[in-house]
């Protein structure tokens, strides 16, 4: 892919739909429990790419087919601390039945709201940063254009399992192949909506911690015609609706609390904390994910108990989603622990961190450079995100980790919403505005 069809040499633009539809096909959906195909075939894919333009990726197994790939891109300066550049490469599972095209299909098609998009799962999720990390990598090899420091470039498996078969166990066992890394971009940030007529991009300076909690009851096991006081089944559905009926107070952490000031002054109020359902309903779609983020969330997700309808259970289990806010996760299990009371045993599945950075510096600057380059009517803000990605594994090494994946997108699209959703989609239009920025960032970082 040396020259395009005019002849002249293979842009980033050129090609980086292909590529982020290339990868869609490729099924590394990751159910969470080993059971999936694994990332090996995403993670050749990518390592060919790489090596394709004269860079030395290398590949590092988990386990078997739970692939990660690495690879260092020289900078004009190597003196100067580098800067990981980072996107998973499993995506969550899909069922066919339910979308417009085969989730899988990687198809390129118009979407009448958003124009010609990229259609499958991973298309926001995050194949699409992939695919626009490679292309301007690949454009930047052909024409010897040097960063100013040295970028490391990981595309990790399991971020979607929150990242013990990838990013934590890169972290942990090849900690060298990010020596000298002090900050870093990923997902979820640079990306636009529109607030009070203006396109805001929401860099991402701040994410939530992951709690994932097993809650199990206890009870004696018999006959479902028989009296049952000590009914584990019971027992465990009580809890479960009061942790996941319990509405939580509001607590504004430093990203939240930028971002609604700026989101009132584009609107043209002053906000103020008692009116915070009035301005979120003002945001549109983005409001559910801000929302999110102005308190702790705890969401019950499955439930497992009993093998037949007249045997009572000896016991009941389920399984919870629990989100805290930076700086608040003491205050978050002790909430639990008061909810579930003595009744339910507690097991954590998976803790991660919370994060949280600020809204300054010189890595600020150049993100928000290159998106007011490529956009100068635009505004930049820090937001919080309600989810959580593989910056809080790299963070351990001491990084400082940002979200940044530029995307410019159609005032209609719900972008939150296609995020482990139906039909995920990327218009062209963002993708080629994303390489343009990216590739800025690189000079400028």
């Given at each position: 892919?040396?020259?395009?069809?005019?002849?002249?040499?293979?842009?980033a633009r050129d090609e980086v739909a292909t590529l982020a539809s290339d990868l869609?096909?490729?099924?590394s959906t990751n159910p969470g429990d080993d059971?999936?195909?694994?990332?090996?075939?995403?993670?050749?894919?990518v390592a060919a790419l790489l090596s394709e333009v004269g860079l030395e990726p290398t590949l590092l197994e988990s386990s078997p087919n739970r692939t990660s790939v690495i690879a260092r891109m020289p900078g004009a300066d190597p003196s100067r601390p580098a800067l990981l550049i980072h996107g998973h490469l499993d995506v969550v599972p899909a069922d066919p039945a339910d979308w417009r095209v085969h989730p899988l299909s990687g198809e390129i098609s118009t979407d009448q709201a958003s124009g010609d998009c990229v259609w499958g799962r991973g298309a926001v999720d995050m194949k699409n940063m992939v695919a626009m990390t490679l292309a301007v990598a690949r454009q930047r090899q052909r024409e010897n254009r040097r960063?100013?420091?040295?970028?490391v470039l990981a595309f990790p498996a399991d971020e979607e399992a929150g990242g013990t078969l990838g990013a934590e166990w890169l972290v942990d066992h090849h900690p060298d192949l990010f020596a000298g890394v002090t900050e870093a971009i990923g997902e979820v940030g640079g990306f636009s909506t529109m607030i009070g007529g203006r396109r805001h991009y929401l860099l991402q300076t701040a994410e939530k911690g992951i709690a994932w909690l097993r809650l199990t009851a206890r009870g004696t096991a018999g006959h479902g015609s028989m009296l049952h006081p000590d009914n584990a089944v019971t027992e465990l559905a009580a809890t479960v609706a009061r942790i996941g009926q319990h509405e939580w107070p509001t607590g504004l952490t430093p990203a939240v609390t930028e971002f609604l000031h700026a989101a009132a002054a584009a609107l043209g109020i002053t906000f103020k904390e008692n009116e915070l359902p009035a301005l979120l309903s003002a945001l549109g779609p983005i409001a559910r994910l801000v929302g999110a983020t102005?308190?702790?969330?705890?969401?019950?997700?499955m439930l497992a108990a009993g093998y037949k309808v007249n045997v009572v259970p000896g016991s009941a289990s389920a399984q919870l989603d629990g989100r805290f806010l930076p700086g608040h996760e003491d205050e978050f299990f002790a909430e639990i622990d008061r909810l579930r009371g003595t009744a339910v045993d507690l097991e954590i599945v998976k803790r991660s961190p919370a994060l949280q950075t600020s809204f300054d510096g010189a890595l600020c600057a150049a993100m928000s450079a290159a998106?007011?380059?490529?956009?100068?009517e635009g505004a930049v803000v820090p937001y919080c995100l309600s989810g959580g990605t593989d910056a809080k594994a790299f963070s351990r090494l001491g990084i400082r980790c940002f979200g940044f994946s530029p995307l410019r997108l159609p005032p209609d699209l719900d972008f939150s919403g296609l995020f482990h959703g139906v039909d995920e989609r990327v218009p062209l239009s963002a993708l080629d505005f994303g390489v343009r920025v990216l590739d800025r960032f690189l000079d400028l970082c």
């Open positions: 892919m040396g020259l395009n069809g005019n002849g002249a040499r293979t842009t869609i096909r490729i099924d059971s999936g195909p694994g990332e090996r075939k995403a993670a050749e894919q960063p100013p420091r040295d970028i102005t308190s702790h969330t705890v969401n019950p997700t998106l007011l380059d490529a956009d100068p």
